[in-house]
């Protein structure tokens, strides 16, 4: 039996502050799971907080997913605290992005070593524990731009494409030992995430910051969607309907995808010129 369905669960979730991993511990919480909350931004040692409305103390880590060092803090306060784990989720990560001409290695660099190696390391360092215990879920938030792959966003789209190759590698190859992973791909919609946006092309970072706003999906719709999508045993969960409707597009009517997505490259290549 999968741990969706033994009840009471042991969940790590990155980035937990705000945005979608916020909507997360909250929807874990409320589902009545055991949930350790992390982010950069939070105390270097576990704390408890005030206890909520129904007396349950709110557990909070600080984990910065590009340290190895925080990494192995977090698996010793999961097994000092739990013994094990049932749900990793690696949601922390951040907004980037640029015409391939003007984004920078650096750039690159730097969302490359959050979005994606903060993910490797998270499995990674939790691996052998699931394995031991031959059961867990693996959680990692990707994007539709893992999917479907527009263009200005070179660096984000490989990244977030890169997440989801290595979640259906590591759901294959974990297999055997009970555990599955499942790669999270949604569209835009409403967080904060733009606030971490970097980069060299204000153009991009506007457009992005556009849809970001307008986008009628909020965090909660998210999360509600990834755990019924845990729940209904998706290795790929895509949460909302512009994400599916771009996925059936590029899959379905591949020539009117690329069309679009060229008529995007030349609006782009417009406002350009015009700036």
């Not at 660099?109 to 993910?119: A, C, D, P």
Request: glycine content about 10%; hydrophobic content about 45%; overall charge negative.
């Amino acid at each position: 039996m999968t741990p969706e369905h033994t009840g009471r669960r042991r969940v790590l979730v990155t980035g937990a502050a705000s945005g979608l991993g916020a909507a997360l511990t909250a929807a874990f919480r409320a589902r009545g799971d055991d949930v350790l909350a992390t982010d950069i931004g939070w105390p270097e040692v576990p704390k408890a907080d005030a206890g909520t409305d129904d007396g349950e103390v709110e557990d909070r880590l600080r984990l910065d997913v590009t340290s190895d060092a925080d990494w192995d803090a977090a698996l010793a306060a999961v097994e000092e605290r739990w013994g094990g784990l049932d749900v990793l989720v690696n949601n922390a990560g951040v907004a980037g992005g640029g015409r391939i001409d003007v984004c920078t290695l650096d750039e690159w660099r730097w969302i490359t070593e959050i979005n994606l190696f903060g993910v490797v390391r998270g499995v990674r360092t939790f691996t052998p524990l699931l394995k031991r215990q031959g059961s867990g879920h693996i959680v990692n938030v990707a994007s539709l731009a893992g999917l479907v792959h527009p263009p200005g966003m070179a660096s984000y789209n490989a990244v977030k494409a890169a997440v989801v190759a290595l979640s259906e590698t590591v759901g294959h190859e974990l297999a055997p030992f009970g555990v599955r992973c499942s790669a999270v791909c949604p569209s835009y919609f409403r967080t904060n995430l733009t606030a971490s946006m970097r980069g060299s092309d204000p153009d991009v970072a506007a457009k992005i910051g556009a849809m970001v706003e307008e986008s009628p999906i909020t965090a909660g719709d998210v999360a509600a969607a990834v755990l019924a999508g845990m729940e209904a045993g998706e290795d790929v969960i895509v949460p909302d309907d512009p994400a599916r409707f771009a996925v059936a597009m590029k899959r379905d009517h591949r020539d009117a995808y690329d069309a679009e997505m060229r008529r995007t490259a030349t609006r782009m290549k417009e406002r350009a010129e015009q700036s």
